[in-house]
């Protein structure tokens, strides 16, 4: 099946800064999602961005589907950024399924 | 809009009972339900995807036996971890969507945490 690697696992900032987290995927895909889990494991949709570039607010996302990866940006961190990030797809059979990546930990110190 | 309930929030059983976890879309009807496990520190795994009025298709080492999913209604999926052990302590996620309204995007429930003893 299709594999999906997220980097850096964790990353530790200062409040106020900008962080970059990517997530690489071994295959086409024909669907892209972005989620935030918070501490209390609520899942929230950041974004659906199987390519091209999004924004919402703090918040961007750039996936560039010929090159197999996706990066999000956050800027000016906030400590209610932290928590688990998590990019999932749907493999280019596009069967519904959801394959979720490893995971990046952000913890935002005040 | 694309609310996603789960019930109960947690639940601590004793090795050998039957636990139900309930899934529901509260503004829109779901075609599709699926049902994820997360253990402490780890991604998600779908365990198992549900449609509305037929059988549940079960991920590969998924017993479908211990773990029975009903997909009743449009708006309701239950899992019913059967005769659970400690090893089936974890973190049960469902999700719902509907291709027609939000295309393949899925929409997650606040998680069940299992604790068996």
């Known amino acids: 099946g299709i594999q999906v690697e997220q980097s850096p696992p964790d990353l530790i900032l200062q409040e106020g800064a900008n962080s970059t987290l990517r997530c690489n995927f071994s295959?086409?895909?024909?669907?892209l999602q972005w989620f935030h889990q918070n501490p209390w494991g609520q899942l929230i949709n950041l974004f659906y961005i199987p390519s091209g570039t999004k924004q919402n607010g703090r918040l961007s996302a750039t996936t560039v589907a010929t090159e197999r990866y996706s990066l999000l940006y956050i800027s000016s961190s906030q400590t209610t950024d932290s928590g688990v990030y998590f990019c999932?797809?749907?493999?280019?059979?596009?069967?519904?399924?959801?394959?979720f990546g490893t995971g990046t930990r952000l913890t935002i110190i005040p | 809009g694309a609310v996603v309930s789960q019930h109960p929030s947690w639940v601590i059983c004793k090795s050998g009972t039957s636990v139900k976890i309930e899934c529901r879309s509260l503004d829109f009807q779901a075609t599709t339900m699926f049902w994820y496990r997360q253990f402490p520190k780890q991604s998600l795994m779908l365990m198992a995807t549900?449609?509305?009025?037929?059988?549940?298709?079960?991920e590969q080492g998924v017993e479908k036996d211990k773990f029975l999913i009903n997909h009743a209604s449009l708006t309701l999926s239950t899992l019913t971890v059967t005769s659970a052990h400690p090893e089936d302590s974890s973190f049960y996620i469902c999700s719902a969507t509907t291709s027609v309204l939000f295309g393949d995007t899925q929409y997650f429930g606040p998680g069940t945490r299992l604790t068996v003893l």
């Open positions: 999932a797809v749907v493999d280019r059979f596009g069967n519904e399924k959801l394959t």
């Open positions: 549900s449609n509305e009025g037929s059988k549940a298709t079960y």
């Open positions: 295959d086409s895909v024909n669907n």
